[in-house]
């Protein structure tokens, strides 16, 4: 093993076993840790201690922009690009803007959702350490694995091997930065 090491990864067998050690890993208090599932497991979120995501902010902001975009779009068109009275109609008429503004909104959003998802979960990224281990085609395939980094403040080797293996986690192993 080389001299820094990225933390540990414990193996599970089934889904309800991962699911109660992120319960016992959460409750002893580390942050930096994940788990890693071949499939979505519900209520894994909880068990871990994640809050709401943050992308619906990214949604809303985006949401708010397109509309007032298409609005301002139409507001600068029928005003100051090509005033034009039709059939005595005013010039602005948020009936006649809704369609534009409908469409930015949506599309602005669509482009701020993605774009916050990519913020917040830090991608592109091309590399990871876990990438290095060999359990991590398990981990996509019929197993279940808990990592927890050193960076974490709670980490000490020793201490975080023996709740993993508490834990139920087998085949448990350090992972080379």
Same mark, same amino acid.
């Given at each position: 093993?080389?001299?820094?090491?990225?933390?540990?990864?414990?193996?599970?067998?089934?889904?309800?076993?991962?699911?109660?050690?992120?319960?016992?890993?959460?409750?002893?208090?580390?942050?930096?840790?994940?788990?890693?599932?071949?499939?979505?497991?519900? !209520?894994?979120?909880?068990?871990? %201690? +994640?809050?709401?995501?943050?992308? #619906?902010?990214?949604?809303?902001?985006?949401?708010?922009? =397109?509309?007032?975009?298409?609005?301002?779009?139409?507001?600068?068109?029928?005003?100051?690009?090509?005033?034009?009275?039709?059939?005595?109609?005013?010039?602005?008429?948020?009936?006649?803007?809704?369609?534009?503004?409908?469409?930015?909104?949506?599309?602005?959003?669509?482009?701020?959702?993605?774009? !916050?998802?990519?913020?917040?979960? %830090? +991608?592109?990224?091309?590399?990871? #350490?876990?990438?290095?281990?060999?359990?991590?085609?398990? =981990?996509?395939?019929?197993?279940?694995?808990?990592?927890?980094?050193?960076?974490?403040?709670?980490?000490?080797?020793?201490?975080?091997?023996?709740?993993?293996?508490?834990?139920?986690?087998?085949?448990?192993?350090?992972?080379?930065?």
């Amino acid at each position: 093993m080389s001299a820094k090491s990225y933390g540990l990864i414990a193996t599970f067998e089934t889904t309800p076993s991962v699911y109660h050690a992120a319960e016992q890993v959460r409750d002893a208090g580390y942050k930096n840790w994940d788990c890693i599932t071949p499939f979505p497991v519900h !209520g894994l979120d909880k068990a871990m %201690g +994640l809050g709401r995501s943050k992308v #619906p902010r990214f949604s809303l902001c985006g949401g708010i922009l =397109g509309f007032t975009t298409g609005m301002s779009l139409i507001i600068y068109t029928s005003y100051f690009n090509y005033p034009l009275i039709v059939g005595g109609k005013p010039y602005f008429s948020p009936l006649f803007a809704f369609p534009v503004s409908y469409e930015l909104t949506i599309l602005f959003t669509a482009f701020a959702t993605i774009g !916050g998802m990519l913020f917040l979960n %830090g +991608l592109p990224m091309h590399y990871h #350490p876990v990438l290095k281990s060999d359990k991590i085609l398990s =981990g996509m395939d019929d197993k279940f694995h808990i990592v927890i980094e050193s960076s974490d403040p709670k980490f000490n080797l020793a201490q975080t091997k023996a709740l993993l293996e508490k834990a139920g986690g087998k085949d448990i192993q350090e992972l080379e930065a």
